[in-house]
């Protein structure tokens, strides 16, 4: 076994987790973690458990006590699709080039902060990536929300989506920095909050038991070009989730999109589209998120609108967002690294493998993670358009 080489590295370490943990990925600890000690291989799949709704029945008097009905448990699988590191090295002469200027120990500081924060960036962005997914939208686009003083209701108006599908557990809301900016610029309340939330997990108010965190990789999505488009004549009931189109209009969308129906005020966040060509045909489908329609469509064309292009801020219950995050793998043999160590950033809860590996008059640093994520309940999600 090689000497504990990291040992003496963990206090620069941990003095560059304490600066990256400040970058904006409000992201990372406001969903579920699936964090585990057991090393992960690329594509392994990693189950969670997602239990189906209770069952409730008549209480009738007897002696015999009744059997309980029988539920089948479901689950998800969280593939872990990415196996990354961010690496930097320094051979004998740079290292003792550095000890003349800036100093070797600072550059070394320096580079593992990066290193961290490039890892931590990429984690943050998939999981902005995961807004294609969501159920239902709230807010104008191009609008930034927040922008009347001393009214929340933008963030009221959002939860009501989680709260009308059943999921406002545990809700959260993360905001890009221009409806970050809005919010502390003209919410007084957030002035008067007093706590140290914000140093601590980037918290800009806890409203009413959803925390708001502020996030630099939430996306801002081109809408589709379909205009005019219409459903077929078949009607549709409420919860209807695949809808039919009518040999009508020009262009196409994609998932991601926003759409409206006429007659119904409601935002559909479109998850999957299928198109025959360029335009809108008779049997072309478009699928919405769970739990589908909230205004059944009459049995008669009806026109499908889609929404500008617009900012995507995320509010989601937090079990509904899973990141799965483990060490890269390993050969059963081991490999050349000299050391390693796992260090958990304290405030996003990231634990990231470091690895030291040592060549000829050479060193090699790594700071590795694999992970994958997934949206396993997406009527337990919504968007603020911005």
């Known amino acids: 076994m090689a000497e504990n080489t990291l040992t003496g590295l963990i206090p620069d370490i941990y003095e560059a987790l304490d600066v990256v943990s400040r970058e904006l990925v409000g992201l990372v600890p406001s969903v579920t973690m699936n ?34 009905t029988g539920q089948t448990s479901g689950n998800a699988a969280i593939t872990i699709t990415k196996e990354r590191a961010a690496e930097f090295g320094f051979n004998g002469n ?14 070394r500081a320096g580079k593992i902060a990066q290193a961290i924060r490039a890892v931590a960036n990429e984690v943050e962005t998939d999981l902005a990536a995961l807004q294609k997914t969501f159920s239902r939208a709230y807010g104008t686009p191009a609008t930034t929300p927040f922008g009347t ?37 003209k919410q007084s309340a957030v002035n008067a909050a007093g706590t140290d939330s914000m140093l601590r997990q980037g918290v800009l108010l806890d409203l009413h038991g959803m925390p708001i965190r502020e996030s630099a990789q939430i996306q801002t999505q081109t809408a589709g070009a379909m205009a005019s488009a219409t459903t077929n004549n078949a009607g549709y009931a409420v919860g209807a989730t695949v809808l039919t189109l009518a040999t009508a209009g020009t262009g196409v969308i994609a998932a991601g999109d926003i759409i409206t129906i006429a007659g119904d005020t409601n935002k559909y ?23 589908g329609l909230r205004v059944a469509i009459a049995t008669s064309a ?85």
């Open 269 to 291: 966040a479109v998850t999957s589209v299928v198109f025959a060509g360029a335009n809108p045909a008779a049997g072309d489908t478009i699928t919405i998120a769970a739990p």
């Open 149 to 185: 003083a001393n009214d929340y209701t933008d963030a009221s108006n959002v939860m009501k989506i989680l709260k009308d599908n059943g999921g406002n557990v545990d809700p959260q809301l993360v905001l890009n920095t221009t409806a970050g900016a809005n919010f502390l610029g």
């Open 94 to 107: 740079a290292a003792k080039g550095l000890n003349t200027g800036a100093g070797y120990q600072n550059t």
């Open 35 to 68: 964090a585990s000690a057991e090393r992960a291989a690329l594509n392994q799949d990693i189950i969670v458990d997602v239990e189906p709704a209770g069952n409730v029945s008549d209480i009738t008097p007897a002696m015999v006590v009744p059997d309980p």
């Open 302 to 386: 009806t026109a499908i609108t889609v929404v500008a292009s617009s900012a995507r801020n995320m509010c989601f219950a937090r079990s509904a967002l899973v990141l799965a995050a483990r060490a890269p793998a390993l050969p059963e043999e081991g490999d050349m690294a000299a050391d390693r160590q796992i260090i958990t950033d304290p405030r996003s809860g990231l634990s990231l493998e470091f690895s030291m590996y040592k060549g000829y008059r050479k060193v090699r640093y790594e700071v590795g993670l694999a992970w994958g994520v997934k949206n396993i309940k997406p009527e337990h999600t919504a968007l603020l358009l911005g």
